[in-house]
């Protein structure tokens, strides 16, 4: 009896310490594309946020601009699921899920970087609003999420971006990247935030204004003269 205990312990012992090697994830890759502009950890660029992000890849990106005129922010990241003792192949067992209504001003794209278009859309700037790995067709899966937006003179955006294995309250749109074999899930959302930063842009002078500055600068220039002569 000893004996069977034992071995039900052990046995539930590995399956706990499996799951827990399988529930780390690995941030393999990732890339911004800001208003043309691209940042590439291939390339070994920093990134253009704040926040920060753990040993895992997971937390909290800030990006924000306070430019007048239209704006585009992509950012795509490329996790891995797998047990890194186990074969290279369990790194193509993952697919994507998307969940919620996508904002008016958003886009996503969930694909596979090597043998997808993904990465290359990133940095074409252009999102195509498709998961092209469901469950039913699991590969290397990887997220982007994208904004387009417009800003008047004295408005500030602000794009938060979170990466996570934990809901907790959020019910907007997101991006799932889940496992197969253990549906251990990342999950990735992301918010836009424009707000009245209170610059008081300087004043057109109007036509009639206009006039009047000329007559009297008219008027100083020709009483310099009489002056002079």
Avoid: C
Avoid at 6 to 26: G, Q
Avoid at 41 to 69: C, Q, R
Avoid at 117 to 136: A, S
């Amino acid at each position: 009896m000893r004996m069977m205990i034992k071995s039900f312990l052990s046995i539930l012992f590995l399956l706990i310490w499996v799951s827990s090697v399988w529930a780390t994830p690995v941030l393999y890759d990732w890339a911004f594309n800001v208003d043309g502009i691209t940042y590439e950890n291939f390339y070994g660029d920093t990134m253009p946020t704040t926040g920060g992000l753990n040993a895992d890849g997971l937390g909290t990106l800030i990006w924000s601009t306070n430019t007048a005129g239209t704006h585009s922010f992509i950012s795509f990241f490329d996790f891995d699921i797998y047990n890194p003792d186990s074969d290279f192949a369990n790194k193509f067992d993952e697919y994507g899920a998307v969940s919620g209504d996508l904002a008016f001003e958003q886009s996503y794209e969930i694909d596979d970087p090597w043998y997808g278009f993904i990465y290359l859309d990133v940095l074409d700037g252009i999102l195509f609003n498709d998961n092209y790995l469901n469950e039913f067709s699991p590969s290397d899966a990887s997220m982007a999420l994208g904004w387009d937006f417009s800003l008047d003179i004295g408005q500030t955006a602000t794009i938060t971006m979170s990466l996570t294995q934990t809901l907790d309250s959020y019910s907007g749109f997101y991006l799932s990247q889940i496992d197969a074999e253990t549906q251990e899930a990342i999950y990735f959302f992301s918010t836009l935030d424009i707000q009245d930063g209170g610059v008081i842009p300087e004043p057109i002078p109007e036509p009639a204004t206009m006039l009047l500055l000329s007559t009297g600068l008219a008027g100083l220039v020709s009483l310099r003269k009489r002056i002079l002569e």
